[in-house]
Protein backbone atom coordinates (compact mmCIF):
# COMPACT_ATOMS: atom_id res chain seq x y z
CA UNK A 1 0.00 0.00 0.00
CA UNK A 2 1.51 3.49 -0.72
CA UNK A 3 1.52 5.89 1.91
CA UNK A 4 -0.43 8.35 0.25
CA UNK A 5 -3.87 5.66 0.47
CA UNK A 6 -6.21 7.26 2.78
CA UNK A 7 -7.34 5.72 6.37
CA UNK A 8 -10.56 3.93 6.50
CA UNK A 9 -13.16 5.52 8.74
CA UNK A 10 -16.55 3.84 9.60
CA UNK A 11 -18.76 4.80 12.15
CA UNK A 12 -22.78 3.90 12.48
CA UNK A 13 -25.98 5.18 14.57
CA UNK A 14 -28.78 3.41 15.27
CA UNK A 15 -31.69 4.16 13.38
CA UNK A 16 -33.54 6.08 16.26
CA UNK A 17 -35.64 9.09 14.21
CA UNK A 18 -34.74 12.41 13.35
CA UNK A 19 -31.57 13.95 14.73
CA UNK A 20 -31.02 16.41 17.08
CA UNK A 21 -28.03 19.30 17.95
CA UNK A 22 -26.73 16.84 20.36
CA UNK A 23 -26.27 14.20 18.06
CA UNK A 24 -25.03 16.09 15.38
CA UNK A 25 -22.34 17.93 18.04
CA UNK A 26 -21.38 14.90 18.93
CA UNK A 27 -20.93 12.92 15.39
CA UNK A 28 -22.38 14.66 12.61
CA UNK A 29 -20.17 17.52 12.55
CA UNK A 30 -16.94 15.40 12.62
CA UNK A 31 -18.41 13.09 10.27
CA UNK A 32 -18.31 15.77 7.50
CA UNK A 33 -14.64 17.16 7.89
CA UNK A 34 -13.26 13.75 7.84
CA UNK A 35 -15.44 13.08 4.46
CA UNK A 36 -12.43 15.06 2.76
CA UNK A 37 -9.32 13.32 4.52
CA UNK A 38 -10.45 9.67 4.39
CA UNK A 39 -12.02 6.84 3.18
CA UNK A 40 -15.36 7.06 4.76
CA UNK A 41 -18.04 3.94 5.66
CA UNK A 42 -21.31 5.81 7.74
CA UNK A 43 -23.66 3.32 8.88
CA UNK A 44 -27.21 3.04 9.94
CA UNK A 45 -27.54 -0.01 11.84
CA UNK A 46 -30.99 -1.44 12.11
CA UNK A 47 -29.85 -4.91 13.68
CA UNK A 48 -28.49 -2.76 16.94
CA UNK A 49 -31.72 -1.04 16.81
CA UNK A 50 -33.51 -4.51 17.32
CA UNK A 51 -31.02 -5.58 20.25
CA UNK A 52 -33.24 -3.44 22.60
CA UNK A 53 -36.28 -2.20 19.86
CA UNK A 54 -36.99 -5.84 18.97
CA UNK A 55 -40.71 -5.68 20.12
CA UNK A 56 -41.08 -3.35 18.26
CA UNK A 57 -40.10 -3.44 14.64
CA UNK A 58 -42.59 -1.09 13.24
CA UNK A 59 -40.52 2.01 14.02
CA UNK A 60 -37.19 1.17 12.24
CA UNK A 61 -38.22 1.64 8.40
CA UNK A 62 -39.50 5.05 9.40
CA UNK A 63 -36.62 5.67 11.53
CA UNK A 64 -33.86 4.84 9.08
CA UNK A 65 -35.14 7.22 6.81
CA UNK A 66 -35.21 9.82 9.02
CA UNK A 67 -31.82 9.48 9.86
CA UNK A 68 -30.63 8.90 5.83
CA UNK A 69 -32.50 12.03 5.45
CA UNK A 70 -30.43 13.78 7.85
CA UNK A 71 -27.39 12.58 6.65
CA UNK A 72 -27.90 13.73 3.00
CA UNK A 73 -29.45 16.91 4.33
CA UNK A 74 -26.20 17.69 6.76
CA UNK A 75 -24.00 17.13 3.69
CA UNK A 76 -22.69 13.34 4.05
CA UNK A 77 -22.18 13.01 0.72
CA UNK A 78 -22.56 9.81 -1.80
CA UNK A 79 -19.79 10.93 -3.66
CA UNK A 80 -17.51 11.23 -1.17
CA UNK A 81 -18.00 8.37 1.50
CA UNK A 82 -20.00 5.09 1.00
CA UNK A 83 -23.60 5.51 2.83
CA UNK A 84 -25.04 2.31 3.92
CA UNK A 85 -27.59 0.10 5.85
CA UNK A 86 -26.06 -2.52 7.80
CA UNK A 87 -28.97 -5.16 7.96
CA UNK A 88 -28.76 -4.59 3.83
CA UNK A 89 -25.39 -6.05 4.11
CA UNK A 90 -25.81 -9.79 5.56
CA UNK A 91 -22.04 -10.32 5.85
CA UNK A 92 -22.25 -7.98 8.90
CA UNK A 93 -23.93 -11.24 10.47
CA UNK A 94 -21.49 -13.45 9.12
CA UNK A 95 -18.79 -12.17 10.94
CA UNK A 96 -20.69 -11.80 14.06
CA UNK A 97 -21.17 -15.17 14.07
CA UNK A 98 -17.71 -15.94 13.64
CA UNK A 99 -16.29 -13.75 15.89
CA UNK A 100 -18.63 -15.30 18.66
CA UNK A 101 -16.52 -18.26 18.88
CA UNK A 102 -13.94 -16.98 19.85
CA UNK A 103 -14.85 -14.61 22.36
CA UNK A 104 -14.90 -15.06 25.93
CA UNK A 105 -18.09 -14.90 27.27
CA UNK A 106 -16.36 -12.17 30.21
CA UNK A 107 -15.30 -10.22 27.86
CA UNK A 108 -18.77 -9.25 26.71
CA UNK A 109 -20.39 -9.71 30.66
CA UNK A 110 -18.15 -6.86 31.67
CA UNK A 111 -19.16 -3.99 28.81
CA UNK A 112 -20.49 -1.14 31.50
CA UNK A 113 -23.35 -0.55 28.62
CA UNK A 114 -24.48 -3.97 29.13
CA UNK A 115 -25.43 -3.64 32.87
CA UNK A 116 -26.24 0.01 32.70
CA UNK A 117 -28.46 0.14 30.05
CA UNK A 118 -30.29 -2.82 31.68
CA UNK A 119 -30.83 -0.86 34.40
CA UNK A 120 -32.00 1.98 32.69
CA UNK A 121 -34.59 0.11 30.38
CA UNK A 122 -36.33 -2.08 32.98
CA UNK A 123 -39.23 -2.44 31.17
CA UNK A 124 -37.74 -4.54 28.57
CA UNK A 125 -36.12 -7.68 28.94
CA UNK A 126 -32.02 -7.26 27.60
CA UNK A 127 -30.99 -10.00 29.38
CA UNK A 128 -30.29 -11.90 26.10
CA UNK A 129 -28.22 -13.15 23.75
CA UNK A 130 -28.79 -10.31 20.94
CA UNK A 131 -28.00 -8.08 23.40
CA UNK A 132 -24.94 -9.39 25.33
CA UNK A 133 -23.20 -9.45 21.59
CA UNK A 134 -23.98 -5.94 21.18
CA UNK A 135 -20.34 -4.81 20.99
CA UNK A 136 -19.51 -7.36 19.18
CA UNK A 137 -21.61 -7.00 16.13
CA UNK A 138 -20.23 -3.60 16.47
CA UNK A 139 -16.72 -4.99 16.17
CA UNK A 140 -17.98 -7.08 13.00
CA UNK A 141 -19.58 -3.79 11.47
CA UNK A 142 -15.70 -1.61 12.29
CA UNK A 143 -13.33 -5.13 10.90
CA UNK A 144 -15.47 -5.86 8.08
CA UNK A 145 -13.82 -2.43 5.97
CA UNK A 146 -10.78 -3.26 8.16
CA UNK A 147 -11.53 0.19 9.09
CA UNK A 148 -8.03 1.74 10.75
CA UNK A 149 -10.00 5.02 12.86
CA UNK A 150 -13.77 5.03 14.33
CA UNK A 151 -15.31 8.73 15.15
CA UNK A 152 -17.07 8.10 18.37
CA UNK A 153 -18.11 9.65 21.43
CA UNK A 154 -16.67 8.97 25.29
CA UNK A 155 -19.67 6.56 25.69
CA UNK A 156 -18.70 4.05 22.92
CA UNK A 157 -14.75 3.72 24.05
CA UNK A 158 -15.33 0.86 25.83
CA UNK A 159 -16.68 -1.09 22.58
CA UNK A 160 -13.67 0.28 20.51
CA UNK A 161 -11.65 -1.30 23.43
CA UNK A 162 -13.19 -4.66 23.07
CA UNK A 163 -12.60 -4.75 19.04
CA UNK A 164 -9.44 -3.82 19.78
CA UNK A 165 -9.29 -6.92 21.80
CA UNK A 166 -10.91 -9.19 19.28
CA UNK A 167 -8.93 -8.05 16.59
CA UNK A 168 -5.84 -8.92 18.54
CA UNK A 169 -7.20 -12.27 19.41
CA UNK A 170 -8.61 -13.13 15.90
CA UNK A 171 -5.24 -12.45 14.32
CA UNK A 172 -2.89 -14.29 16.82
CA UNK A 173 -5.17 -17.43 16.14
CA UNK A 174 -5.45 -17.07 12.22
CA UNK A 175 -2.94 -14.13 10.77
CA UNK A 176 -2.93 -10.66 10.18
CA UNK A 177 -6.34 -10.36 8.48
CA UNK A 178 -7.83 -7.09 10.97
CA UNK A 179 -6.18 -3.59 11.41
CA UNK A 180 -6.79 -2.64 14.93
CA UNK A 181 -8.99 0.38 14.56
CA UNK A 182 -8.50 3.40 16.56
CA UNK A 183 -10.74 5.49 18.40
CA UNK A 184 -10.91 9.01 17.39
CA UNK A 185 -13.20 11.08 20.22
CA UNK A 186 -15.68 13.46 19.02
CA UNK A 187 -15.18 16.30 21.84
CA UNK A 188 -18.76 16.35 23.30
CA UNK A 189 -19.95 19.68 24.66
CA UNK A 190 -22.70 18.11 26.79
CA UNK A 191 -25.58 20.25 25.11
CA UNK A 192 -28.72 21.11 27.54
CA UNK A 193 -32.40 20.49 26.20
CA UNK A 194 -35.02 22.14 26.64
CA UNK A 195 -35.74 21.54 30.34
CA UNK A 196 -32.03 22.06 31.25
CA UNK A 197 -31.27 18.34 31.29
CA UNK A 198 -28.91 16.33 29.17
CA UNK A 199 -30.10 16.76 25.74
CA UNK A 200 -31.65 13.00 24.50
CA UNK A 201 -34.89 12.25 22.33
CA UNK A 202 -36.23 10.01 25.36
CA UNK A 203 -35.70 13.43 27.54
CA UNK A 204 -38.61 15.22 25.29
CA UNK A 205 -36.02 18.00 25.24
CA UNK A 206 -34.35 17.73 21.99
CA UNK A 207 -34.01 20.48 19.47
CA UNK A 208 -33.86 18.76 16.16
CA UNK A 209 -32.03 19.54 13.10
CA UNK A 210 -35.17 19.66 10.91
CA UNK A 211 -36.97 22.20 13.48
CA UNK A 212 -38.28 25.32 12.03
CA UNK A 213 -36.82 28.50 12.75
CA UNK A 214 -40.72 28.70 14.80
CA UNK A 215 -40.19 25.78 16.52
CA UNK A 216 -36.25 26.86 17.51
CA UNK A 217 -37.23 30.30 19.27
CA UNK A 218 -40.31 28.67 20.84
CA UNK A 219 -38.14 25.91 22.32
CA UNK A 220 -35.29 27.92 23.27
CA UNK A 221 -36.81 31.02 24.31
CA UNK A 222 -38.37 29.75 27.56
CA UNK A 223 -35.53 27.93 28.56
CA UNK A 224 -34.21 28.11 32.28
CA UNK A 225 -30.84 30.29 32.24
CA UNK A 226 -28.56 30.89 35.38
CA UNK A 227 -30.63 31.14 38.13
CA UNK A 228 -28.70 34.15 39.41
CA UNK A 229 -30.20 36.48 37.08
CA UNK A 230 -33.73 37.06 38.44
CA UNK A 231 -33.11 40.52 36.99
CA UNK A 232 -31.54 41.62 34.41
CA UNK A 233 -29.16 43.67 36.82
CA UNK A 234 -28.79 40.72 38.39
CA UNK A 235 -25.03 39.12 36.74
CA UNK A 236 -24.74 35.64 35.96
CA UNK A 237 -22.08 33.25 35.36
CA UNK A 238 -22.65 31.30 31.67
CA UNK A 239 -21.27 28.49 33.17
CA UNK A 240 -24.12 27.41 34.84
CA UNK A 241 -26.52 28.53 32.36
CA UNK A 242 -28.02 25.05 30.44
CA UNK A 243 -28.81 27.73 27.19
CA UNK A 244 -25.32 28.49 27.13
CA UNK A 245 -24.17 25.23 26.40
CA UNK A 246 -25.43 26.06 22.97
CA UNK A 247 -23.65 29.00 22.65
CA UNK A 248 -20.44 27.07 23.01
CA UNK A 249 -21.19 24.40 20.33
CA UNK A 250 -22.84 27.25 17.38
CA UNK A 251 -21.69 30.88 18.31
CA UNK A 252 -17.95 32.02 17.15
CA UNK A 253 -15.69 32.25 19.80
CA UNK A 254 -15.49 36.70 19.80
CA UNK A 255 -19.21 36.48 19.86
CA UNK A 256 -19.43 34.05 22.67
CA UNK A 257 -17.11 35.80 24.50
CA UNK A 258 -18.64 39.33 24.29
CA UNK A 259 -22.22 37.26 25.61
CA UNK A 260 -20.08 35.66 28.37
CA UNK A 261 -18.91 39.40 29.30
CA UNK A 262 -22.30 41.23 28.93
CA UNK A 263 -23.67 38.42 31.16
CA UNK A 264 -21.54 38.68 34.04
CA UNK A 265 -21.88 42.56 34.16
CA UNK A 266 -25.33 42.29 33.32
CA UNK A 267 -24.82 44.52 30.54
CA UNK A 268 -26.96 42.14 28.27
CA UNK A 269 -30.57 40.59 28.77
CA UNK A 270 -30.81 36.70 28.51
CA UNK A 271 -33.21 37.38 25.67
CA UNK A 272 -30.82 39.24 23.89
CA UNK A 273 -28.31 36.52 24.75
CA UNK A 274 -30.32 33.48 23.45
CA UNK A 275 -31.93 35.25 20.67
CA UNK A 276 -28.10 35.38 19.04
CA UNK A 277 -28.09 31.37 19.25
CA UNK A 278 -31.12 30.95 17.93
CA UNK A 279 -30.35 33.25 14.74
CA UNK A 280 -27.01 31.23 14.78
CA UNK A 281 -29.02 27.61 14.53
CA UNK A 282 -31.60 29.19 11.95
CA UNK A 283 -28.88 30.28 9.43
CA UNK A 284 -26.48 27.43 10.07
CA UNK A 285 -29.35 25.14 9.48
CA UNK A 286 -31.34 26.89 7.04
CA UNK A 287 -29.33 25.08 3.76
CA UNK A 288 -29.84 21.31 5.91
CA UNK A 289 -33.83 22.56 5.83
CA UNK A 290 -34.11 23.20 2.46
CA UNK A 291 -32.10 19.99 1.44
CA UNK A 292 -34.35 18.25 3.56
CA UNK A 293 -37.93 19.02 2.22
CA UNK A 294 -35.88 18.07 -1.50
CA UNK A 295 -35.14 14.43 -0.48
CA UNK A 296 -38.79 14.52 1.28
CA UNK A 297 -40.41 15.07 -1.59
CA UNK A 298 -38.37 11.91 -3.58
CA UNK A 299 -38.21 9.38 -0.87
CA UNK A 300 -37.15 7.01 -3.79
CA UNK A 301 -34.00 9.10 -4.30
CA UNK A 302 -32.78 8.51 -0.30
CA UNK A 303 -33.42 4.72 -0.87
CA UNK A 304 -31.67 4.77 -3.98
CA UNK A 305 -28.78 6.36 -2.66
CA UNK A 306 -28.59 3.89 0.27
CA UNK A 307 -29.57 0.69 -2.13
CA UNK A 308 -25.77 1.79 -3.77
CA UNK A 309 -24.17 2.49 -0.63
CA UNK A 310 -24.74 -0.77 0.35
CA UNK A 311 -23.97 -2.76 -2.30
CA UNK A 312 -20.45 -0.72 -2.44
CA UNK A 313 -20.14 -2.21 1.26
CA UNK A 314 -21.27 -5.02 0.70
CA UNK A 315 -18.57 -5.31 -2.12
CA UNK A 316 -15.88 -4.57 0.48
CA UNK A 317 -17.81 -6.80 3.14
CA UNK A 318 -17.37 -9.75 0.87
CA UNK A 319 -13.39 -9.63 0.01
CA UNK A 320 -13.32 -9.30 3.36
CA UNK A 321 -14.95 -12.52 4.28
CA UNK A 322 -13.74 -14.43 1.40
CA UNK A 323 -10.15 -14.29 3.40
CA UNK A 324 -12.08 -15.01 6.46
CA UNK A 325 -13.68 -18.21 6.01
CA UNK A 326 -10.39 -18.99 4.50
CA UNK A 327 -8.56 -18.35 7.51
CA UNK A 328 -11.28 -19.95 9.65
CA UNK A 329 -11.23 -23.15 7.59
CA UNK A 330 -14.74 -22.81 6.02
CA UNK A 331 -13.46 -22.67 2.36
CA UNK A 332 -14.74 -26.31 0.86
CA UNK A 333 -14.11 -28.25 -2.01
CA UNK A 334 -17.74 -27.08 -3.32
CA UNK A 335 -18.02 -26.06 -6.83
CA UNK A 336 -21.66 -23.95 -6.12
CA UNK A 337 -21.22 -20.96 -3.90
CA UNK A 338 -23.47 -20.40 -1.00
CA UNK A 339 -24.44 -17.18 -2.77
CA UNK A 340 -25.15 -18.14 -5.93
CA UNK A 341 -27.98 -20.41 -4.82
CA UNK A 342 -31.31 -19.74 -5.41
N1 LIG B 1 -23.17 1.55 19.21
C1 LIG B 1 -23.16 2.77 18.47
C2 LIG B 1 -24.02 3.80 19.19
O1 LIG B 1 -24.91 3.45 19.92
C3 LIG B 1 -23.69 2.59 17.07
C4 LIG B 1 -22.79 1.72 16.24
C5 LIG B 1 -23.08 0.51 15.72
C6 LIG B 1 -21.48 2.04 15.81
N2 LIG B 1 -22.05 0.02 15.00
C7 LIG B 1 -21.05 0.93 15.04
C8 LIG B 1 -20.63 3.13 16.03
C9 LIG B 1 -19.77 0.90 14.51
C10 LIG B 1 -19.34 3.09 15.49
C11 LIG B 1 -18.90 1.98 14.74
O2 LIG B 1 -23.82 4.98 18.99
FE1 LIG C 1 -27.34 32.36 30.15
FE2 LIG C 1 -26.86 34.24 28.36
FE3 LIG C 1 -28.63 34.63 30.34
FE4 LIG C 1 -26.05 34.54 30.87
S1 LIG C 1 -27.09 36.06 29.60
S2 LIG C 1 -27.65 33.52 32.00
S3 LIG C 1 -25.33 33.02 29.43
S4 LIG C 1 -28.79 33.17 28.66
Redesign the pocket.
Known amino acids: MNQLRKKIV?????PTGPLHLGNYVGALRSWLKLQDTHRCFF?I?PW?ALSSEYENPKVIKDFTFEVALDWLSAGLDPEKSVLFIQSEVKEHAELHLLLSMITPLAWLERVPTFKEQQQELQDRELNTYGFLGYPLL?TA??IIYKAEV?P?GED?AF?IELAREIVRRFNRFYGEVFPEPQILLTEVPKLAGTDGRKMSKSYNNAIYLKDSPDTIKKKISPMITDTRRKRRSDPGEPTDCPVFTLHRAFVNEKKREELAAGCRSATIGCLDCKKVVIDTLIEEFAPLREKRAYYLKHPGLVWEIFEEGSRKARKAAQETMEKVRQVMGLKLPLKDKAEEKI
Open positions: LSGMRTVHQDIVVQH
